[in-house]
């Protein structure tokens, strides 16, 4: 039981000993002063510039930007007009020609029906005479209306 004792006091230590060593060789690497030169701070400077000039030229960018979008924008609706008169043109363009159509066939329809009535009439006073007279009768069958 004492060796094991000995053996683990000894870990102990042993463990205490390289803790305590690396905090001494980090607390030395952390305690070195780090000089900073005037080339350092006029290194930064200049560094502070360029990324100003870049500042500006990315604002440029987004103005560039937005104009290029408000263009598209302006053409998109320039462009939904267009379609829109053009389709409501059309629209209208069948429409007239339906109705153009419908006035122009009117008459034609008109005049057929009444040429029908016409000759309906007409056929039905060749029977009646066609019924007293027998020449007529048999001129009426030899053109085969009877």
């Not at 560094?47 to 560039?64: H, I, L, N, P």
Request: proline share 1%; net charge positive; charged share 35%.
């Amino acid at each position: 039981m004492c060796l094991l004792r000995k053996k683990v006091t000894m870990r102990y230590k042993n463990s205490f000993f390289a803790v305590l060593s690396v905090l001494l060789l980090s607390y030395h690497a952390f305690a070195q002063d780090i000089s900073y030169t005037l080339e350092d701070r006029d290194r930064v400077i200049r560094v502070e510039a360029k990324v100003e000039q870049m500042d500006k030229r990315f604002e440029q960018m987004d103005k560039r930007f937005e104009q290029i979008d408000n263009r598209i924008e302006r053409l998109e609706s320039v462009m939904l007009w267009g379609f829109g008169l053009l389709f409501t043109t059309m629209i209208g363009m069948v429409g007239f020609v339906l109705w153009d159509r419908r006035a122009a066939l009117a008459p034609a329809i008109r005049e057929s029906r009444e040429l029908r009535e016409r000759e309906e009439r007409l056929e039905r006073i060749l029977k009646e005479v066609a019924l007293k007279d027998a020449n007529v009768a048999e001129a009426i069958r030899h053109a085969g209306l009877i």
